[in-house]
């Protein structure tokens, strides 16, 4: 990916050499202004999925649309943000943008998922002409169409918003804003994040003008280009550790939500030559009838990348993904096409990045890990709200699971999957103040993990009363093809769907659910746990007393999986 083509100074003026102390200055500002944006939209939103859930992306672009800086809610819009700016300046032409506009799209094929991501953008201006991009994607939680079951294509989905602009030279085009105020159930609380979202954009862009001012265009064009090439040398150095050669692994989903019980494979292939990674995946199913289909296959292999090749707090810019290459054909469950439906795209991408890891597990186990739970546990809750007769809105679930283990180290405890990095659970008191239902208990969901010399996270169980009549709709994944584990170590527990009814219990086996609950009834959720690393019966035997003691791992799998008895009373290991 070739960054910065078309550089802030513009063709024929020589380049200036970066100043380390500059070069430093401008990374860190970039990384503030994106930190700033998210404090902005978290601040200012009206709805739980963007202030609590973090379920939105905010970012800074050059002219070509190239990633400067991005500030996670979401890591699967590591690239899906960049290419939305990218189509945006192919459809208008920088020639037809001007100071004051405000360009807008939810087009999922663009973005890469549903159309509940409106996504905006404000271009910014130095000298004249465009310099870069202050972006903000966020998830509104209602977008139209259908409310609650299938879809089958994406005209079922909602309101399609193609390119157009919000604000024209600074003035607000007001059919637009009624066009979308007309197609949301509640437009009182999704114009509120709307504007949400433009607050953090225009923090970007005061940010990016003060960077301007202080340094100089040359002086942050320079900047930049060293920021990009460090984190490709970076990256260079990680991949050139990795052992040359050809990796492939399988894993598979459950079904499509259509087609019960067909399972749909996910094959990958990861090529490393050199300081060069190549990830393949042809292999990846065809697109399905049901609602799981993306545009996010690039993005799977970015962010398998990032964790490998530029680990921890490394800043994201597109100048890191420069040794990466991946091979994707379209029309598969990760590059579906026209008219496929999107809605539950994110199910899908984690179990390939998943699958990425386990690729490579056999050169690199110290720097993969073993299977997560992969799937998001949202389900689809409404209804009429006792309180005022208004129609209520909340995407149930968004609770915790368990991530694989690592070579050396235990996987984490209820952690929201892959997909969404930085996405938090709803706290239980704010969705029994907003809505009709009470949370009975949110706790670890004991032995979930899989057994292993280091054991697999736990997964969360929620159960939650209706307090009046609701819709229920979840298509939960994982269920039947639970988290895998490495070098000898277990599989966890998959995912679970279950309703309680006047005291009776129904487990659903596939994790797909469309009903009513009435007042008093319940429904549980239950996510997976993640996969155990190494042989279970090499776990330290105080480190197993202390899972015992907690309770995450019970009398019976201490026994079965890692060949310990303990005593049901003291809780201590039996001599026999």
Known sequence: MEMLRAPLLGRGKKRQKADPVTVELVRNSLIAATEEMKSVLMRTSYNMIIYEALDFTVGLFDRKGDTLSIGLGLPMFIRGMSNTVKAKIDYWGCKNIEPGDILLTNDAYTTGAHLNHLTFSIPIFHGGRIVAFSTCMAHWQD????????????????????????????????????????????????????????????????????????????????????????????????????????????????????????????????????????????????????????????????????????????????????????????????????????????????????????????????????????????????????????????????????????????????????????????????????????????????????AGRWRGGLGTEVEVEALAPINYMTRSDRVVNPPWGLNGGRHAKGNRIAIRRKGELTVFPGGKVDTKLAKGDAYIMSTGGGGGFGDPRDRPIETLKRDVRQGYVSLESAWKDYGVRFDPETLEPSAE
């Open 143 to 450: 977008i139209g169409g259908i409310l609650n079951g299938m879809t089958y294509d994406i005209y079922s989905e909602g309101l399609q918003v193609p390119h157009v602009k919000y604000h024209e030279r600074g003035r607000l085009n007001r059919d637009v804003r009624d066009f979308i105020r007309m197609n949301v159930r509640r437009p009182d609380r999704a114009m509120g994040d709307l504007e949400a979202q433009l607050s953090a954009c225009r923090v970007g862009v005061k940010h990016v003008e003060a960077l301007l001012a202080r340094h100089g265009a040359a002086a942050v064009q320079a900047s930049l280009d060293d920021i990009m090439a460090q984190s490709e040398a970076e990256a260079r150095l990680q991949v050139a550790a990795i052992p040359d050669g050809v990796y492939e692994a399988e894993s598979q989903m459950d079904d499509d939500g259509v087609d019960i019980g067909r399972p749909v494979p996910i094959r990958v292939k990861v090529i490393v030559k050199g300081e060069e990674m190549t990830v393949d995946l042809s292999g990846v199913s065809p697109q399905v009838k049901g609602f799981y289909n993306s545009n996010a296959g690039v993005a799977c292999a970015q962010v398998a990348f990032k964790c490998l090749a530029l680990p921890g707090d490394y800043p994201i810019n597109d100048g890191g993904f420069r040794p990466l290459k991946v091979i994707l054909p379209p029309g598969t469950v990760v590059s579906a096409l026209h008219p496929a439906p999107y809605r539950v795209w994110m199910t899908y991408p984690m179990t390939v990045v998943d699958t990425i890891f386990k690729a490579l597990a056999p050169a690199i186990p110290e720097r993969v890990i073993a299977g997560h739970h992969a799937d998001l546990l949202t389900a689809n809750i409404n209804g009429i709200h006792p309180r005022d007769g208004r129609l209520w809105l909340y995407l149930g679930g968004l609770i915790g699971g368990g991530w694989g283990a690592k070579s050396d180290e235990d996987g984490m405890n209820g952690t929201i999957c892959m997909n969404d990095g930085d996405t938090h659970n709803g706290p239980s008191e704010q969705v029994e103040n907003k809505f009709p239902l009470l949370v009975h208990r949110y706790e670890l969901r004991g032995d979930s993990g899989g």
